[in-house]
């Protein structure tokens, strides 16, 4: 069987990690603290550290040297995002591993040269604007209008769950150009600073106390030529960055794992010779073997896009392995601990530092967010077993 | 979706043993074989052998082809794909033991088994068989149900002893009182050997040397319940193109494509934990914990697999008309050959979790 991580990359790995090892430690803490409390967005402290890491050219490994990157292959890109979740930092997930590399691929020459040097510098933080009340895992029925004007569109509707909205810089936004009957062929994509004048971002909080958004549009003006791609046909940009979307779910599951089996050995039940112990070993187990499956489903894809192919159902089982996984983990993990695990997270009683409890809040969104299992589902069944739609 | 990391070399194997077995394997073939006295065709023993299978990664020095791990297992894949049954994985199991227990102690088996020989590997999962000192060898207790140990040539016996382990082989003649034929659930032939009171004279290994050769062995029997899991995830999608209900074909029904995403998804997960852990498996890089993960993840996948698989199927799925029966029969035999779930993941957990082994925990 080919390799994948050869010496190169697990070179890349210990450089990476000495450089993370050297940061300012008081950074570090604070970007940690904000981004275990919300990870979807970014805040004061981690886009200060997201800029620290474009400043030392650690953004964009795998961008190619003529956008400012390192040139390296996704395998190490996706290296370095896990190593970053793993110590529970920003990785500029969206920003720099969907949108870049979809702006490489559908973006005009002067959108490449306004968008991709600030976004590998880590200034820019992009929120994506696909969902509507009315179009969430159909996209192709979204209603929120761009009409011609002049030398640029007049937008008018509004968009939801637009996580990371109120600290995003500028919003990646789909829109109906064409007649509502024409569906996805009918969708035009933009970029619009968060910042224009006729937009209005109202917050919605979730049950885990993550901090999502509704975004209204009244007569939002956006030059033509911040378009992404033809008229009407904004739908490839945004398979496009779904895909690189979806691949990049990392091993997030394994930082969970963690955080119940360090609450066992706490415990002392980790190395127990008791029915209990058995019993939570048995459990862990299990854990630690879907967790190392999760981590060869996104290789595989960061393999694939190396090779210069595009994941599609690949992207898909990656994406349900790891939302089902994470959930299933924080289930039982609560199961493990029993009565306790009620203690909400900020109680100094809670176990496992309340993660297992906020994990569990925050995990319907793993299951649908980025597009429903469910159509994950269908995504695999029809690209990649060709069943009939 | 299709393999993507075999080499090229592997593939071509691949492709040789799935043309080789599609030849002549379907389910009247397989319903015939299981019926017949000897339970597998000796002429086609000795193709297998003649196509240098049987020692595809044994050394050059006793008259094997010096491949790789990864090799032996896309043999056992193509095995396992097409259902068969013979000693082939048996025989590839204990040869590949006995060669990464090294030292040359083992080449007279390894001289036969390359020579077209059949050998069982006695290795019991959950430790029902122990070797104590006694004199100058070993003195065994307890019983193991093992594959072919009836129509083998040879049997190698790996078993715990007090904080290590030891290695001999037999001529399985030797065992013939010892051994019971019992039904099998499945199409391979199986016995028990009662093994209290055997004396053995064999020379101690380390538990680590003993572990890493196991790890090896059972990765091949990982590898044909993956071959499996492929087999019925493509029958089970060619038939869901085919069959026609409420006027159209049930793959078009949501309910029925999501079935077969989740045995997609299932294979998938067998399969690169399987390739990752032939690929690690190598000398000087000893991490039998994937390996670990890959069987345990092979034979959930199998089983959970052939459940669905039936329900795609309906009735046509659970007669002996259909080849899907040996897959459902199959699925569960195998996992079970690789000891108790319980069991199994309390090793996981003890060299992931704890001890940390693999390269990225």
Redesign the interface.
């Known amino acids: 069987?080919?390799?994948?991580?050869g010496d190169e990359q697990?070179t890349f790995l210990a450089e990476l990690r000495t450089y993370l090892d050297g940061l300012d430690p008081a950074l570090v803490e604070a970007t940690r603290a904000e981004n275990i409390e919300d990870p979807m967005q970014p805040r004061a402290h981690g886009r200060r550290f997201l800029k620290r890491l474009g400043a030392d050219g650690w953004l964009g490994v795998a961008w190619p040297r003529e956008y400012g990157g390192q040139g390296r292959t996704a395998i190490e890109s996706w290296l370095m995002a896990?190593e970053l979740y793993n110590r529970r930092l920003p990785n500029g997930l969206l920003t720099l591993n969907a949108i870049g590399p979809t702006l490489m691929l559908v973006g005009t020459a002067e959108q490449k040269a306004e968008y991709l040097p600030r976004i590998r510098a880590g200034e820019l933080e992009f929120a994506i604007g696909y969902s509507e009340p009315d179009a969430g895992s159909d996209l192709a029925s979204l209603r929120t209008r761009a009409v011609r004007d002049g030398d640029g569109y007049l937008v008018n509707g509004q968009k939801i769950w637009t996580t990371g909205a109120s600290v995003a810089t500028h919003l990646w936004l789909a829109v109906r150009t064409g007649r509502p009957e024409q569906r996805h062929r009918g969708v035009s994509l933009f970029i619009t600073p968060m910042d224009a004048p006729g937009i209005t971002i109202t917050p919605i909080i979730t049950q885990g106390g993550e901090r999502t958004n509704a975004v209204f549009f009244d007569n939002l003006r956006i030059p033509a030529s911040q378009r992404i791609g033809a008229e009407n046909e904004g739908w490839s940009g945004i398979v496009t960055a779904l895909n690189f979307e979806r691949m990049f779910y990392h091993?997030e599951p394994r930082w969970e794992?963690r955080q119940l089996?360090d609450w066992a050995a706490g415990a002392g039940l980790?190395?127990g010779d008791t029915a209990e112990a058995?019993e939570l070993?048995?459990?862990?187990?299990?854990h630690?073997?879907d967790v190392?499956?999760c981590?060869?489903?996104a290789l595989?894809g960061a393999?694939?896009l190396a090779?210069g192919?595009v994941p599609h159902?690949?992207a898909s089982?990656n994406k349900?392995?790891w939302g089902e996984l994470r959930q299933r983990i924080c289930d039982t993990g609560l199961d493990l601990v029993g009565e306790e695990g009620t203690i909400a997270t900020g109680s100094a009683y809670a176990p496992a530092h309340g993660h297992l409890e906020h994990g569990l809040r925050s995990s319907p969104v793993w299951r649908f967010g980025g597009g429903t299992n469910?159509i994950?589902?269908?995504i695999?069944?029809?690209r990649?077993?060709?069943?009939?739609? | 979706m299709t393999d993507t990391d075999l080499t090229d070399e592997e593939a071509l194997l691949a492709k040789t043993a799935r043309a080789y077995f599609a030849d002549f394997v379907d389910n009247t073939y397989l319903n015939a074989q299981q019926a017949s006295p000897l339970g597998y065709e000796p002429r086609r023993w000795a193709q297998m052998c003649e196509l240098g299978w049987t020692a595809v990664n044994l050394p050059e020095r006793v008259g094997g082809a010096g491949g790789t791990l990864a090799e032996a297992g896309v043999v056992a894949r193509e095995y396992g794909r097409a259902a068969f049954a013979s000693p082939l994985l048996q025989t590839l199991r204990a040869g590949t033991a006995l060669a990464t227990l090294g030292g040359g102690a083992f080449d007279g088996t390894l001289a036969r088994i390359a020579g077209g020989g059949s050998a069982a590997l006695v290795a019991p999962p959950d430790r029902t068989v122990r070797a104590e000192q006694a004199g100058g060898g070993y003195r065994l207790t307890g019983s193991a149900v093992v594959e072919w140990v009836e129509q083998c040539d040879d049997v190698v016996l790996l078993l715990p002893a007090a904080g290590h382990w030891v290695c001999a082989t037999l001529p399985a003649a030797d065992l013939r009182d010892r051994i019971t034929a019992v039904p099998s659930v499945d199409n391979e032939r199986i016995g028990r050997l009662g093994l209290d009171g055997l004396r053995l004279v064999a020379s101690p290994i380390a538990p680590e040397a003993a572990r890493y050769a196991l790890a090896r062995a059972n990765l091949l029997r990982a590898s044909a319940m993956v071959g499996g899991c492929e087999a019925v995830v493509e029958q089970s999608a060619r038939y869901a193109k085919e069959r026609v209900q409420f006027g159209q074909a049930i793959g078009a029904f949501q309910a029925v494509r999501h079935h077969l995403a989740r045995m997609v998804i299932a294979a998938d997960a067998a399969r690169l934990a399987c390739n990752e852990a032939l690929t690690r498996a190598v000398p000087d890089a000893d991490e039998s914990a994937i390996a670990a993960v890959a069987v345990f993840a092979a034979g959930r996948s199998y089983v959970q697999i052939v459940l669905t698989a039936a329900q795609v199927h309906g009735g046509v799925g659970t007669t002996v008309e259909h080849i899907l029966h040996h897959h459902y029969l199959r699925a569960k035999a195998m996992q079970l050959r690789g000891g108790r779930r319980a069991s199994r993941l309390r090793e996981i957990h003890q060299a992931l979790v704890v001890r940390r082994e693999g390269r990225l925990w």
Not at chain 1, 1 to 5: A, E, G, R, Y
Not at chain 1, 281 to 286: F, P, S, Y
Not at chain 1, 384 to 389: A, H, I, S, T, V
């Open positions: 069987m080919k390799t994948v991580l697990l896990e091993n794992l089996t980790l190395d058995h070993q048995a459990v862990v187990g299990e630690a073997v190392e499956i981590r060869l489903f595989r393999r694939m090779e192919h159902a690949e089982v349900i392995w469910e994950q589902l269908d695999i069944a029809t990649g077993l060709g069943m009939p739609r």
